[in-house]
């Protein structure tokens, strides 16, 4: 879609969203920077980035002493979420909520990784961060190489930008999904969280940042940075206001040849067929396709029999043939007898911050599996295993009625309303 530019050349910022700014700018100092959660996230961006550098020169120095570092980078060059469990582990603590668990288990589950490549990722990951910190004017570069290689699928800008924002703050921007629908919003782009996209969202921001930086500057502001009072008040906008930046959206402002290129650059599960399928599993084609019939018009489907038979197998070729040759992808989960609603859906999960107590609501596998899913065009598979270990009816709550009727909303027991995107698909 092309349209005409709803501001001058140079400027980034839609004027006509100008008076809508100010008011949600307004509402956001009066109601959040000095709360308890507000004061915390402010303490939070001197404590990363602090951490963060002598995270990325203790690792130089390990380098240069000729010790392996791969394991070090994954660690502690990358943000992990404020967990219970993650506190305990030897990680980067940071507020981008992007890691929550083990990331090896998360990428492998996912079919982005193989186990043996994480030492390469990990020195692929050195280099990428060594290359922007010492050669900030190559930061495009830097993007493309690191994403060309075989093993760098799922490490986006969320992933990847916080320790690059650590050391060289004033060059590069904090960008997260927050951060980055906000800034869509205001400037009428469509950029994504490809790491190949944040060149351009990178300077995007800046110049964003600096055409608002007069109306931010109002009474009562805290004695922060622009860009990380911006980030903050993204935050407060996605996360706690839940503003409906969708329903206003203004037009998509594009350029002819970026669009192409970013159709080329979507990147496309390897194709495969029905009959390597077949070969794989040895059933028979016909009778795969009839269970694939099934599946289309159910939109998910329960594999049952005697312990060790094969029935995971099966459910993960299935679903490799759903996504072949798309932008879909597959999950798994694991049930057990102490799996729960929260662990599933989502619920209050106590994390220590700063010393306090603080009782966030976290979403579960399920709400994470569904918002990845409604960034993609195709079918996405989310593949439980052991269905029958947990208290299904418990641990699906509101899912129970959502699988039966697809195109019904209904709120869930926080309150919030949710529905299965239609792209969705579920294997037991």
């Known amino acids: ?214 109306n931010m500057r109002q009474t009562g502001i805290p004695s922060m940075r622009d860009d990380d009072l911006f980030d903050m008040f993204c935050h407060w906008l996605v996360a706690v206001k839940k503003y409906d930046l969708a329903r206003n959206r203004p037009p998509i402002i594009y350029e002819v040849n970026k669009l192409l290129v970013e159709v080329k650059a979507i990147e496309m599960q390897p194709k495969y067929s029905l009959k390597e399928c077949a070969l794989d599993t040895g059933i028979e084609e016909e009778t795969l396709f009839n269970w694939l019939k099934a599946i289309e018009r159910k939109k998910q489907a329960i594999f049952y029999g005697s312990p060790g038979t094969g029935k995971t197998y099966i459910a993960k070729k299935l679903a490799k043939y759903l996504t072949g040759g798309s932008d879909g992808f597959v999950d798994i989960v694991q049930f057990h007898p102490a799996y729960t609603y929260e662990d599933f859906i989502q619920g209050i999960r106590p994390q220590r911050i700063d010393g306090e107590l603080d009782y966030p609501l976290v979403n579960g596998r399920f709400l994470n599996f569904c918002e990845e899913a409604c960034r993609r065009q195709n079918i996405c598979v989310l593949i439980i295993d052991e269905i029958n270990r947990a208290n299904v009816a418990r641990v699906f709550g509101e899912l129970m009625y959502l699988l039966e009727y697809r195109d019904e909303k209904m709120p869930l027991a926080a309150g919030e309303v949710f529905s299965i995107p239609s792209c969705s698909e579920l294997q037991t």
């Open 1 to 214: 879609m092309i349209t005409k530019k709803l501001h001058n050349d140079g400027q980034v910022f839609i004027l006509e969203k100008n008076n809508e700014f100010i008011k949600l700018f307004k509402e956001f100092i009066s109601s959040y920077p000095y709360t308890p959660d507000g004061l915390r996230h402010q303490k939070s961006y001197h404590e990363q980035r602090q951490k963060g550098k002598e995270n990325f020169q203790a690792i130089v120095s390990a380098y240069e002493s000729g010790e392996d570092i791969s394991e070090l980078v994954l660690l502690q060059l990358l943000p992990y979420a404020p967990t219970a469990n993650n506190s305990q582990r030897n990680v980067w603590v940071h507020n981008t909520l992007v890691i929550t668990n083990d990331i090896k288990e998360w990428f492998e589950n996912a079919g982005w990784t193989k186990s043996k490549d994480w030492s390469k990722i990990g020195q692929a990951i050195f280099n990428f961060v060594c290359q922007c910190n010492n050669y900030p004017n190559q930061l495009v570069e830097a993007c493309k190489e690191f994403s060309k290689l075989d093993y760098s699928k799922g490490f986006q800008t969320g992933m990847l930008t916080p320790i690059l924002n650590a050391i060289r703050s004033n060059e590069f921007l904090l960008i997260n999904n927050k951060s980055l629908k906000v800034i869509n919003y205001f400037t009428g782009k469509s950029h994504s969280r490809k790491l190949t996209d944040y060149p351009v969202i990178n300077a995007t921001g800046k110049t964003l940042i600096a055409e608002l930086g007069p």
